[in-house]
């Protein structure tokens, strides 16, 4: 079975602090997919990245970045200065590439506010 | 980048009653979508997969007779609410998977029953 654990419920931050957002996940399969999602207070959720288990660079995206290690099994997000808009729930989720399974597990979200 | 339009985004109907949402991918076509349920302050929750000219695939404990499922063309898929009571309320989203591997979002229905 997967999982994914974002142990963060809640953080708060004010604007133009870095945040780590962490995320761990498990599961048995050797090919499969992880993604961050944003969630405004508006409810839809906004696709923010794509890494398949092959690819372990890291990437970065203006005040985005994004760690992988399989070693640990994390996939950790890092805003950089960040800013009021960057309020959000951050969902990661994981996703098989066989085709029956391809659904998103998430984790439970970690919900940051940045105050001015 | 891909949109996936879902409607409507709020609906308030009386207990007893039938509600239809619709999801729609409108600049690609998706052989998979999914439909998801959020509680207040709580992850999504994958309700069933929708797949186009097939049945959909229900998770464990999701009554398929409750919540039905149609995908009838490579754009739309709809999810209908039969008799809907007030436990069902919830924030209803919808995902489209674009290729290779990604699903994109609608904006999500809020459905309130009295």
């Known amino acids: 079975a997967q999982k994914v654990t974002q142990a963060q419920t809640e953080i708060s931050v004010v604007e133009k602090e870095d945040v780590t957002l962490d995320c761990v996940y498990e599961?048995?399969?050797?090919?499969?997919?992880l993604f961050w999602y944003k969630q405004p207070p508006s409810g839809e959720l906004v696709f923010l990245i794509r890494?398949?288990?092959?690819?372990?660079q890291n990437e970065i995206s203006g005040r985005y970045s994004w760690n992988f290690q399989k070693s640990t099994s994390s996939f950790n997000f890092t805003i950089t200065a960040s800013q009021v808009v960057d309020s959000a729930v951050y969902f990661c989720?994981?996703?098989?590439?066989?085709?029956?399974?391809?659904?998103?597990?998430f984790g439970s979200g970690t919900r940051l506010q940045v105050q001015p | 980048g891909a949109v996936v339009s879902q409607h409507p985004s709020r609906v308030i109907c009386k207990s007893g009653t039938s509600v239809k949402i619709e999801c729609r991918s409108l600049?690609?076509?998706?052989?998979?979508m999914f439909w998801y349920r959020q509680f207040p302050k709580q992850s999504l929750m994958l309700m069933a997969t929708?797949?186009?000219?097939?049945?959909?695939?229900?998770e464990q404990g999701v009554e398929k007779d409750k919540f039905l499922i149609n995908h009838a063309s490579l754009t739309l898929s709809t999810l209908t609410v039969t008799s809907a009571h007030p436990e069902d309320s919830s924030f209803y989203i919808c995902?489209?998977?674009?290729?290779?591997?990604?699903?994109?979002f609608g904006p999500g229905t809020r459905l309130t029953v009295l």
């Open positions: 989720a994981l996703s098989f590439m066989d085709t029956g399974r391809r659904a998103l597990t």
């Open positions: 929708s797949n186009e000219g097939s049945k959909a695939t229900y």
């Open positions: 890494r398949n288990s092959f690819d372990e």
């Open positions: 995902s489209a998977r674009d290729y290779p591997d990604t699903q994109y």
């Open positions: 599961t048995r399969d050797t090919t499969y997919y």
């Open positions: 600049d690609f076509q998706a052989t998979t």
